[in-house]
């Protein structure tokens, strides 16, 4: 009799599904629905026209311009070397592989303005770096080159971390079967290992491309930000904010808002994509 | 939509670290020759390896205690006991304390909710509190000034009744909230989700109730995620910087919390004192870090047990 109870209502096995299911609910919609909702709403103060004109005002359109395609740029040198440094410190053994593997989870780690202040420090005309790279002529604090060398600093993780499992778990079978048929092992790494690996190389370079557009602390120390040269769109909706202009700071902030909800959507649709080779494999 | 939680740095990973000694020995694998690169290959990446992490990652945190003892350990005590580098601190702790507690609590509970039952939407309620991760810490702080600053949705009926938010600490422990919402969650789910409800469900059928079944049976099973969990969140806490900048206001020795305080020094030129507080910053995310590689260590081997 309990037996078909329990049968029958499986999953009200365990109680307290309303209580935990409403509080949760209740404390998302309260901490982040609710004010992500709200800045939506206050766009909608403006007419579409009023809109237009704030986003495509050349100084915003700068900085969108700057933030999204120095973070593009950013995310690319990360899947490079992040696919380089995963397949080392999976793959091989060597002296400090394990402090090395450890080292990756800095920038996560790392609050933003310390990481700031370091690299700025660092690239400085009489920084360790600075004064190596002033000689070539290379500048790279106060520069737009100084806030794409912040952005790759605070994307690598998301890449190393995200491809990183998938490698580890790829069956080795496959590359025996490879190798038993015959082919090269540069065959081998780009028809069989490579392939494996796109969705999950797909997600780390959307994931850092992700933080790096909305990136503000580790980039404004070192970016200079003049506007119209280095000046990102985080710290222009700060700069708006600072000036009483709220309607132009959310219209700058609903666009940036808006692409991350597009790359969460194209994330998601990667790891359904990773899921499903995964299961082939 | 996929009802994974979305990748992010050592997640995966951890998923690992915390599972059963029957899912680590399914994936014991022999060695293989077929896997073996040529030596020419091996050497470069490695070296690339190498050289990339130590210029880009390890150069910089490096660089944080260089600088911050470079006018001896002295001049680094004074920094720090100075009476705004203090307050700094104090109001990073409180901050920290209230906020780590609150995503704590609703941390385990939202787990629990999504792991322990069966309902439609999951995946979406998944994303939902994953969506903080996504969004700029600029626009983080941004949500709540539009709600309760000045001109804000409440800012009239908060200004009627003299009560005050943004500018203040609440309007920066909100702030906090919402940026290290994720943390003690995604921590749980994948780990939860594994471990199934096999063990509840024997706990309730031996008769205990659901309270105590969740202090016996669930909490001793995720300890160790839950540890490390609190411990992100703790670290993200008191490093939070963009967020917190927009609401606070930026009142020295009132609203100033460590990151804010690094920043004003470091805008005036007193380099040192900036990299003396950062460092203490950077120590916090050393020891989050050694936390890990012991957490996932005592996790592994506890599961052998």
């Given at each position: 009799m309990i037996g078909a109870a329990i049968f029958r209502h499986k999953r009200r096995v365990i109680p307290g599904f309303g209580i935990t299911m409403g509080t949760t609910l209740l404390w998302l919609s309260l901490i982040v629905l609710i004010p992500l909702a709200a800045l939506f709403l206050k766009t909608t103060d403006l007419s579409f026209d009023q809109f237009l004109r704030i986003v495509s005002s050349p100084r915003v359109l700068h900085a969108l311009q700057l933030s999204f395609g120095l973070s593009l740029a950013a995310a690319a040198i990360n899947l490079v070397f992040g696919a380089v440094v995963v397949w080392a410190l999976v793959r091989y053994e060597f002296p400090g592989r394990r402090v090395f593997d450890a080292v990756i989870d800095i920038p996560f780690a790392l609050p933003t303005a310390v990481a700031g202040i370091a690299l700025t420090n660092l690239y400085a005309e009489n920084g360790w770096f600075g004064r190596l790279l002033a000689p070539l002529g290379?500048?790279?604090?106060?520069?737009p080159l100084g806030i794409f060398v912040a952005l790759v600093f605070v994307g690598l993780p998301f890449v190393v971390r995200t491809v990183q499992p998938v490698l580890e778990d790829l069956e080795a079978e496959l590359e025996e079967a490879a190798a038993t048929l015959g082919a090269s092992r540069w065959t081998t790494i780009r028809r069989v290992i490579f392939p494996a690996l796109l969705p999950a190389l797909l997600t780390g370079f959307a994931l850092a491309f992700a933080r790096a557009v909305g990136e503000y602390g580790s980039v404004i120390f070192i970016?200079?930000?003049?506007?119209?040269?280095?000046?990102?769109a985080p710290l222009l909706i700060v700069i708006r904010l600072e000036e009483f202009r709220y309607a132009d700071a959310t219209a700058i902030a609903a666009v940036m808002l808006l692409a991350s909800f597009v790359i969460l959507l194209v994330v998601n649709l990667l790891q359904r994509w990773s899921e499903r080779r995964t299961r082939e494999y | 939509m996929t009802d994974q939680p979305l990748a992010l740095p050592g997640y995966p990973s951890r998923v690992r670290a915390f599972r059963t000694p029957s899912m680590v020995l399914r994936n014991v694998k022999p060695a293989s020759d077929a896997r073996a690169d040529p030596a020419p290959m091996r050497w470069a990446i490695i070296a690339i390896t190498i050289v990339f992490l130590i210029l880009f990652i390890v150069a910089p945190l490096v660089n944080v205690f260089a600088q911050a003892f470079s006018k001896g350990l002295e001049a680094y005590i004074a920094a720090i006991r100075n009476p705004d580098a203090l307050a700094a601190i104090q109001l990073t702790l409180i901050v920290a304390a209230i906020s780590v507690a609150l995503n704590l609590v609703f941390g385990v509970i939202g787990a629990w909710a999504i792991t322990k039952y069966e309902f439609p939407g999951k995946s979406l309620l998944i994303t939902a509190i994953d969506l903080p991760f996504s969004v700029s810490p600029v626009i983080s702080g941004l949500v709540f000034v539009l709600l309760f600053g000045g001109q804000g949705l409440f800012g009239p009926w908060l200004q009627a009744h003299d009560i005050k938010i943004i500018f203040a600490l609440p309007g920066i422990v909100l702030a906090t909230i919402f940026v290290t919402f994720p943390f003690v969650a995604r921590e749980l789910i994948p780990l939860m989700r594994e471990q199934g409800t096999q063990d509840e469900e024997a706990s309730l059928s031996l008769g205990a109730s659901g309270l105590r079944t969740f202090f016996k049976v669930t909490l001793p099973n995720i300890k160790w995620a839950l540890l490390y969990g609190v411990l992100l969140c703790n670290a993200r806490a008191m490093g939070e910087f963009g967020a917190v900048s927009v609401v606070s206001?930026?009142?020295?020795?009132?609203?100033?919390?460590m990151p804010l305080h690094i920043e004003i020094l470091y805008n005036e030129y007193q380099f040192m004192a900036a990299f003396a507080v950062a460092s203490l910053l950077a120590l916090l995310a050393l020891v989050t870090l050694v936390a890990k590689i012991v957490l996932e260590g005592r996790a592994a081997k506890g599961s052998i047990l």
């Open positions: 290379i500048q790279v604090a106060f520069t970016a200079g930000n003049l506007p119209n040269v280095s000046e990102i | 206001g930026h009142v020295r020795g009132e609203t100033n919390t």
